[in-house]
């Protein structure tokens, strides 16, 4: 029953990607949002994961969730369908990446069903896709005590009327620096937060990379810098995984408050730096809570004066 | 004799600026390092000012010390020189002014004489000028505890032998991230800060303007996040408001130690906001030690978890 109460559903994308670094290069990297939210939550709670890929999915990224408290009842491989592919590259810079190619393929068709014995999930993460299509996937469940979710500047620039009907129905919002400004047309962080505010969710999250993130509410806002990490050889999923690492932290505590939720910003930004110290998913699934833990003390003590 | 212990020397620039910004426009503005340097300090510990103006500097910029802690004996009034000018514009870029124009004036010429008065002071901050002006400032000094240097792009790419020189005689260096990415050729903050150190500092003080700092010694990193401000009339000034509420606080201390440097980069943090709240000087300038210590139980507030 306590997992039961605790239970963090998360949808998002599942791919293939060829990544570019200074590091290196890596052709047939495991990739997408739900992959890195996935392995980032799992160090705080159990994690069902919905998301679709075709039918020649490399058999590595379906075994890759194997012992690990990872529910992919909802992972749904579809006949006569592609799966996702995303080519990109940081050589200019680390901190933004140039989309070289992408194949949407089935991420372009209809989105995966939920499996009926998840509707009851209470904690919810919509990581970026249509917005209509998260409209459709948060209708389907019953009784979600949090719901948070990402989005891109595509879907901003693209489908504004969907996305502020999405922003009525969900808690809390996750986003860039550059995305928060382009929904606001505000530059100060701290009032184009504060606008989002006022479109629906009770609390918005501004990542921003190495240099940390901002938390507003109605009532105050938080930030917190990035872990000065020396060695960053693969940025892709780092955003992903703070998002992980935080809805992890907070369903883990079964109960949504702002406690939480800056705990949870403090665990995700941690968790963060150990995805991108390694291509792909190789430093985030190789870390475990203990690891993570002890970086936060390590963290912690960065920041204390 | 407590003071004395306390001593806190400022070398730098006054001048006259013109600003634009998206809030307005202002003509003729006080500036210059020095300015915004001791008005930061000066909420910690008395300042000793040594610089040097044109005889047409306008009276509100010898005035303005008035009734504040700060000794202006080393204020040299240069016959036959002019004031320096600056006039910058932050309306592309509230992050990043843009030089609209600059006459040096009086600071290409030579330095202003320390008064010998000055000469046992414990604590200095060698504000952004020449290289080989801070090394000449600093020699003129005996029994120096801590000697801080600012500087900035265009000593780094004319003047490095200069440069590396002064590093091998400074306690600590305070830049901007631009800076030390030009100075070391390396962009990951943290790697380019323990560069640094190899060229002699004992730390380093990294700004990030909006994003907060980095501070590195050979054993630790430390950052921390900007105060989230809502209001940025003005940014003019912010990058020394901030080492001179660090170097004010450190000074009051009597000592150098971490411990003091951390919680200093902290009070300059705040410092700072309460300088681009408003135009120029005015939002520092009317800030008391107390309007301070509020702001910053404010800031450890929107940072604890």
């Not at 194949?103 to 509707?119: D, H, R, Y």
């Not at 990542?207 to 509410?217: Q, S, V």
Request: hydrophobic letters at 45%; aromatic letters at 8%; a neutral charge.
């Amino acid at each position: 029953m306590k997992a039961h109460k605790m239970s963090l559903l998360v949808t998002g994308s599942l791919g293939v990607d060829t990544l570019e670094t200074p590091s290196g290069k890596r052709d047939i990297a495991l990739g997408g949002s739900a992959l890195y939210f996935s392995f980032a939550a799992r160090l705080f709670t159990p994690v069902r994961l919905v998301g679709v890929v075709g039918e020649d999915v490399p058999h590595e990224l379906l075994d890759v969730f194997k012992g690990y408290p990872i529910d992919t009842a909802g992972l749904e491989i579809r006949k006569g369908s592609k799966t996702f592919r995303w080519h990109g590259s940081y050589l200019k810079d680390m901190n933004e990446a140039v989309t070289v190619g992408v194949q949407l393929n089935v991420l372009a068709e209809q989105g995966p069903k939920i499996p009926s014995q998840f509707c009851d999930s209470k904690f919810v993460f919509l990581a970026n896709t249509h917005p209509a299509l998260q409209q459709q996937m948060l209708a389907s469940l019953k009784g979600v005590k949090l719901s948070v979710a990402d989005t891109m500047n595509y879907w901003i620039a693209n489908e504004p009327a969907e996305l502020r009907k999405l922003l009525g129905k969900i808690d809390g919002l996750v986003l860039n620096d550059g995305e928060v400004r382009q929904l606001t047309g505000e530059r100060n962080l701290v009032v184009a937060a504060r606008q989002v505010l006022r479109m629906g969710p009770k609390f918005v999250v501004v990542k921003k990379g190495e240099h940390g993130a901002l938390m507003a509410t109605k009532d105050l806002e938080f930030v917190t810098p990035a872990f000065p990490a020396d060695t960053v050889v693969d940025p892709t999923g780092a955003g992903d995984s703070f998002a992980g690492g935080m809805m992890g932290y907070i369903a883990s505590q079964g109960e949504f408050s702002v406690a939480a939720l800056r705990r949870g910003i403090a665990y995700g930004t941690v968790v963060a730096t150990f995805t991108i110290s390694d291509f792909s998913l190789d430093g985030l699934k190789r870390a475990s809570r203990s690891d993570v833990d002890s970086r936060l003390a390590s963290f912690q003590q960065a920041m204390l004066y």
